[in-house]
């Protein structure tokens, strides 16, 4: 599913990070690399990359359940599309956002009505 909303908008695919403790309504999205030092600075991402001993993803990330709603899906999925193709400052919640998620939900309903 994942592969098909970044394919109709020819953006990068997030990694994807799974973990048992979070629950199937909750994910988390990080932000691209150049997107983070966009909104941070260069130097803040290079800090972080230190103290945390990893890189910051050059596509961003996505961070599931291994249990995870579509809803929840498409909610990260929106983020993800808003960081690769508006502004910036667009506001994490906002009407941009709304219609990034509707985007996202719309493909994948489309995915799911070509499986039943």
Same mark, same amino acid.
């Given at each position: 599913? /994942?592969? *098909? %909303? %970044?394919?109709?908008?020819?953006?990068?695919?997030?990694?994807? *990070?799974?973990? /048992?403790?979070?629950?199937?309504?909750? &994910?988390q999205c990080w932000a691209p690399r150049w997107h983070a030092v966009a909104t941070n600075g260069e130097d803040r991402i290079l800090a972080w990359e230190e103290r945390y001993r990893r890189i910051y993803l050059a596509a961003g990330q996505i961070r =599931?359940?291994?249990?995870?709603? =579509?809803?929840?899906? *498409?909610?990260?999925? &929106? $983020? $993800? =599309? /808003? $960081? $690769? =193709?508006?502004?910036v400052h667009t506001p994490a919640h906002g009407k941009v956002w709304v219609g990034r998620f509707d985007d996202a939900m719309a493909t994948i309903a489309d995915m799911m009505s070509l499986r039943t």
């Amino acid at each position: 599913m /994942v592969e *098909a %909303v %970044v394919e109709r908008f020819e953006i990068p695919a997030p990694d994807l *990070a799974f973990s /048992v403790r979070r629950r199937p309504d909750t &994910g988390q999205c990080w932000a691209p690399r150049w997107h983070a030092v966009a909104t941070n600075g260069e130097d803040r991402i290079l800090a972080w990359e230190e103290r945390y001993r990893r890189i910051y993803l050059a596509a961003g990330q996505i961070r =599931l359940g291994t249990t995870t709603r =579509l809803r929840t899906l *498409a909610h990260e999925l &929106g $983020h $993800h =599309l /808003v $960081h $690769h =193709l508006d502004p910036v400052h667009t506001p994490a919640h906002g009407k941009v956002w709304v219609g990034r998620f509707d985007d996202a939900m719309a493909t994948i309903a489309d995915m799911m009505s070509l499986r039943t």
